[in-house]
């Protein structure tokens, strides 16, 4: 079992930075995909980013590039996700999540793809 613990969320003006960060336990992350997702109010949880097994690769949602960066730290089993040029349009719960199975490759932007989801963190900008 593993279990994800989101952090790092908060309230940020138009134009900020957060950083979150997904704590891993139970198990080491280093075998795991992880991805991020975020659900706004009334909304469907959409995918964020997310990085291979490996660390090698790196993927991400067309609203988020360029502004989000996705990175790992399996010393610290810890996923992070650096946000940038934050919009009001990326208010959400942010959630990240792992495949069930070590060393998964795959459709990583499919919600259904994620077996361990962590409680989420609230991100708010204001405009």
């Known amino acids: 079992q593993v279990q994800l613990v989101e952090s790092g969320g908060g309230l940020v003006q138009a134009g900020g930075s957060l950083r979150l960060s997904c704590a891993a336990s139970?198990?080491?992350?280093?075998?795991?995909?992880v991805g991020w997702f975020r659900q706004a109010p009334g909304k469907e949880r959409d995918f964020v980013a997310a990085i291979s097994w490996t660390g090698g690769s790196t993927y991400y949602a067309d609203s988020v590039k360029g502004r989000f960066t996705i990175s790992r730290v399996n010393a610290k089993n810890t996923v992070y996700l650096h946000m940038g040029s934050l919009k009001p349009e990326d208010t959400a719960v942010y959630y990240c999540?792992?495949?069930?199975?070590?060393?998964?490759?795959?459709?990583?932007?499919?919600?259904?793809?994620?077996?361990?989801w962590g409680q989420g963190t609230q991100v708010t900008v204001s405009s």
């Open positions: 139970g198990r080491t992350i280093s075998g795991y995909a």
């Open positions: 999540a792992a495949p069930g199975g070590l060393y998964y490759s795959g459709s990583y932007n499919l919600t259904g793809e994620y077996y361990y």
